[in-house]
């Protein structure tokens, strides 16, 4: 079953506007990461926030963590058409060994 | 460095066929994997690799085997080709297990018929 649930599914904004996306997951976890896909594409990396960190910064792209909670989220600033692609958010359920991935958020960025 | 490489890119199979894809890395990474990704449901896990020797499975592992004899490649193979395996498939590597990222290879789009 998925650890991690995106939501939105899908998103669609006009170029130069924020995007949020936000995950949920079930049990605990020691890291969650988020994703990037383009369509056809290979995953890449974003970046990896700690279950002891609640926030970072990776230039446009700010994550929240929210263990209490269960959830994270990733918002992308002054969004671009190069942005267009599919978000995944990973967790690693506490163990380290197995990376767990959501459904993701398919986002559109507009001219 | 090339990364992650995997072989072939496309492939078309009969039912009951087996076949192995191939997947590469030179980045001396200790941590290997292998996702499958279908439409609407994300990546799910069919089995990992914490070293060479080392496999264990993962959420999706029926229908898979794989080996790992060099730190290098980690392949996988599909015993007798169904039709629900029809997939995209990654392989994907890190440094090790646990916090890193993980370095992703182009994909093998699989169809079964």
């Known amino acids: 079953s998925q650890q991690g649930e995106e939501d939105p599914q899908a998103l669609s904004i006009q170029e130069g506007e924020n995007a949020t996306m936000n995950c949920s997951y079930k049990?605990?976890?020691?890291?969650l990461q988020w994703y990037r896909q383009n369509s056809g594409r290979g995953l890449v990396h974003l970046i990896l926030?700690?279950?002891?960190?609640r926030e970072k910064h990776s230039g446009r792209l700010r994550v929240t963590l929210d263990t209490s909670k269960k959830s994270s989220s990733l918002l992308i600033t002054a969004s671009r058409a190069a942005d267009t692609a599919s978000y995944f958010c990973a967790t690693d359920g506490g163990g380290g060994n197995k990376l767990t991935f959501g459904t993701g958020t398919q986002l559109k960025v507009e001219l | 460095n090339a990364g992650v490489t995997q072989t072939p890119k496309f492939q078309v199979l009969k039912t009951g066929q087996s076949m192995t894809l191939q997947c590469a890395q030179d980045?001396?990474?200790?941590?290997m994997s292998w996702y499958r990704q279908d439409p609407g449901m994300g990546l799910r896990l069919i089995h990992y690799s914490v070293g060479a020797g080392i496999t264990d499975q993962g959420e999706v592992p029926n229908g898979y085997n794989v080996s790992r004899s060099t730190t290098e490649d980690f392949p996988l193979r599909l015993l007798s080709a169904a039709p629900s395996q029809t997939s995209v498939y990654f392989c994907?590597?890190?440094?090790?297990?646990?916090?890193?990222?993980?370095?992703f290879g182009p994909g093998t789009r699989l169809t079964v018929t």
């Open positions: 980045m001396n990474h200790e941590y």
């Open positions: 994907a590597s890190s440094y090790r297990a646990g916090a890193y990222e993980q370095y």
């Open positions: 926030i700690r279950s002891n960190e």
């Open positions: 049990t605990s976890i020691n890291n």
